[in-house]
């Protein structure tokens, strides 16, 4: 008897860039991502969460059932964003892995779940250590997620060339996808296609089905599941031959760029489901069935994303999001240029120590993506192991401690070069301007690695600027690469001593608080802060102490412990937690201080804004001022402003106008008193 006439292959690349601030690990607040907290939150609310609990509508309207649409679907998911789901969303993040299983046991083999390099790079520009290790880390993380051994892998971009082709092949990957133009004659009916590297070994191509990708992603059919399933199985040329139809998207098509897109493919999934016609599977068990046997020829470098190959992240080729601006991306190029002199530095650094302390440094390096995403206790493990057993260096009285200098060191080499691939996030230069939001996420990882770098680091820092100079934003207020980076990524206060500060500040004002675990651990010792980081083990103490500590303009004062090299920390520079913390017991003091309990039950039963009350209680102190000498006056004013401040408010337009006229009022001596007052609601 024979089997469906038709297979279908649905794939979601589900991938953001990475946001996280290297020196805490932590995602700041993306003011563009409100009214959530960052785009990574935001996207999991609209897509993530959705795709793996989608509604299925009945024909009453109400929910007849909730779909898990990535037990059906081919999908990959970038391990940057595994790292962020794990540790933020773990529901969708067990759900994701659940997902897999179900499909292994659907289909009696390889599940749904396919590889991707690590980090999100473009492999036909890096040079091929850098693609080797890309490939071995994004196969070691998702071993260890998924439990199994991947059979393929998505290219980022799909941006393809041999020697990636030879690279995957080599690391025991069989398949890949691409788009059309990226293959010169793509085989008939959707058949995989067989490519032979320079180096002679084979991998098969599945080449996606471009226009019917392209009407799910941008046209009219995640509107019309019925017309979607018709053209999933539309019959081909070859009549009475069994089709494959492949369609490969962005994960975050289905939530996040259409909204209910997720309803839309479980209505396409169920309608297809039912047909006895009808296969739906994964590229591997296609592969099984039919293997890849037709020779095809590769058009490379290319990608899905440039039809200029792959110089959308190396030059001003004309692709960008919004080509109806009259905008230039001339900026790319001195970008890429900057970062892989820097690259070759920090290599060749990573390289003379590591020989030393890791034995052969690369094969430490590749085998670093067991433990990448896996927490600082298996990074702690697999550095001391690996120094342990490989490393050159004369054993010292703590030849296994994790806080012994040489492991302390390997792990930071192991970190530098971890922000070296990182730093050529694609990202970076797919947007249109180098001031975006992904532009300044992989100079934050160049500064990180130089400072990891140790020695030499303001060398290194002037090399690497000298090209960002000519990198210049679209938006004159911007300035050029090399002024967001000592504006926006550089910081008056290094990591240790803001993290520091920040302890002291919350074990001052709210020792009840319990922060989630950050990249810092902090404990008190005696009378100072000891401090050691996660992923590195490099220990730190300070002597911390607390100026203004009543209101927003709150800093503390960090210095070693014998007192010297004082750093002035401001709350601004406090890590996000922690300072939302400080902030809110700030807060809480200055309710209780300056508003009155009637005001303050009115906040809780929901009848008041604390903002309109502060502000109206704000009025009233200035006010006050015209009595003279009436005691606390001014000292109202400036709680109440300080409130307003931390509640994100400014000075309410109705107190400043009442204190100008206050002041006009009053005569010279009493406005020279309130000249501070004047200051502070904002006057000259």
């Given at each position: ?7 279908v292959?649905?794939?979601?690349h589900?991938y ?8 805490f ?48 679907i ?14 933020e969303a773990?529901?969708?993040y067990e ?6 299983r ?12 396919i ?9 036909p ?54 788009a ?5 004659k793509?085989?008939?009916?959707g ?9 002679g070994?084979?991998?098969?191509l599945?080449?996606y089905?471009?226009p019917?990708?392209?009407d ?17 199985t539309?019959?081909?040329?070859a009549?009475?031959?069994p ?6 998207t962005?994960?975050e ?8 897109g ?17 296969r739906i ?5 296609s ?6 046997r ?12 440039c ?14 999001l919004?080509?109806?601006?009259s ?6 190029r ?5 970062l ?6 920090l290599?060749a650094?990573y390289?003379?120590?590591g020989?030393?302390l ?6 430490a ?12 206790d298996a990074?702690a493990r ?11 260096a004369?054993p010292?009285?703590?030849?296994n401690?994790?806080g ?5 060191r ?6 530098l ?5 990182r730093?050529f ?7 249109d301007?180098?001031a975006?939001?992904?532009t ?7 500064a ?6 140790g020695?030499?680091a303001?060398?290194?820092t002037?090399?690497?600027l000298e090209?960002?100079a ?24 290094p990591a ?5 500060a920040a ?6 004002l709210?020792?009840e608080?319990?922060?989630?675990a950050?990249?810092?651990?902090a404990?008190e010792?005696?009378d100072?802060v ?18 203004a500590?009543?209101?927003?303009r709150?800093?503390?004062l ?23 913390v ?7 003091r ?19 804004r604390?903002?309109d ?5 704000l ?6 001022l ?13 709680g109440?402003?300080d409130?307003?401040?931390l509640?994100?408010?400014g000075?309410?337009f109705?107190a ?6 206050v002041?006009?009022?009053?005569g ?16 000259a």
């Open positions: 008897m024979s089997g469906p006439a038709h297979s292959v649905l794939h979601g589900f953001q860039p990475p946001r996280d601030d290297p020196w690990d932590e995602v700041e607040r993306e003011p563009s991502a409100a009214p959530y907290h960052d785009w990574n939150q935001r996207i999991e609310r609209e897509c993530y969460r959705a795709v793996v609990a989608a509604r299925v509508p009945g024909a009453d309207g109400r929910i007849a059932d909730i779909m898990n649409t990535l037990a059906w081919s999908f990959d998911v970038g391990p940057t964003l595994c790292e962020w789901l794990e540790r773990r529901p969708t759900a994701i892995l659940e997902a897999d179900l499909s292994r046991a659907r289909l009696g083999g390889p599940g749904n779940a590889a991707m390099p690590y980090h999100h790079v473009i492999l520009l890096a040079s091929r250590r850098d693609k080797v290790t890309e490939v071995r880390w994004g196969i070691a993380d998702f071993r260890r997620r998924f439990g199994r051994e991947p059979v393929g892998m998505w290219l980022p971009e799909t941006a393809v060339d041999d020697e990636t082709l030879d690279v995957l092949a080599a690391e025991g990957m069989r398949f890949t996808v691409l059309p133009h990226q293959v010169a793509a085989p008939g009916g058949s995989p296609g067989l490519y032979r590297t320079s180096g070994r084979t991998i098969a599945f080449v089905d471009g019917i990708s392209h799910v992603a941008f046209g009219g059919l995640l509107k019309d599941a019925r017309a979607w399933a018709e053209r999933l539309e019959r081909g040329p009549k009475g031959a089709q494959l139809r492949t369609v490969a962005d994960g098509t289905y939530g996040h760029h259409h909204r209910f997720e309803m839309a493919l479980a209505a396409v999934l169920s309608q297809l489901g039912g047909r006895p016609d009808v599977e994964n590229f591997a068990s592969l099984e069935r039919h293997s890849a037709e020779p095809v020829t590769l058009v490379g470098p290319s990608s899905w994303s039809p200029h190959g792959v110089e959308r992240w190396r030059s001003d080729c004309g692709c960008k919004a080509p109806e601006r905008t230039q991306q001339a900026w790319r001195p970008l890429r240029e900057g892989e002199r820097l690259a070759a530095r290599h650094r390289e003379r120590e020989w030393e890791l034995g052969d440094p690369w094969a390096r590749d085998a670093y993506g067991a433990v990448a995403g896996a927490g600082s990074v697999f550095t001391a192991s690996w120094v342990a057993e490989r490393g050159r004369s010292g009285p703590e030849r401690g994790a012994e200098p040489r492991i302390i390997a792990r930071e080499l192991l970190e070069e971890r922000d070296a691939l730093m996030t694609s990202c970076g230069w797919f947007f301007d180098v975006g939001i992904e300044v996420q992989i100079l934050k990882y160049a990180h690695a130089i400072e990891l770098a020695s030499g303001s060398a290194l002037a090399e690497f090209p960002l000519r990198a210049g934003s679209n938006d004159p207020a911007a300035g050029t690469a090399r002024e967001l980076y000592q504006r926006l990524v550089r910081t008056s206060a240790a001593t803001r993290a520091a302890y002291a500040a919350v074990r001052a709210a020792p608080a319990r922060l989630e950050s990249c810092f651990h404990r010792e005696q100072l000891a401090l050691s980081h996660c992923r590195t083990g490099r220990a730190y103490r300070f002597r911390v102490r607390l100026e500590c009543d209101g927003p709150l800093a503390a960090v210095a070693r412990p014998d007192g010297t090299d004082e750093v002035r920390v401001p709350l601004d520079l406090f890590p996000e937690r922690s300072r939302d400080v902030r809110a017991a700030l807060r809480r200055l309710v209780a201080r300056w508003l009155t309990p009637e005001q303050t039950h009115k906040v809780a039963n929901g009848e008041a604390l903002s009350l502060a502000a109206g209680a009025v009233q102190a200035v006010a006050e015209a009595d003279g000498e009436r005691a606390g006056g001014a000292e109202s004013v400036f109440l402003a409130l307003l401040e509640l994100g408010e000075v309410p109705d400043q106008t009442l204190f100008a006229r002041r006009n009022r009053v010279p001596e009493r406005a020279a008193a309130l000249a501070p007052v004047g200051r502070r609601l904002g006057f």
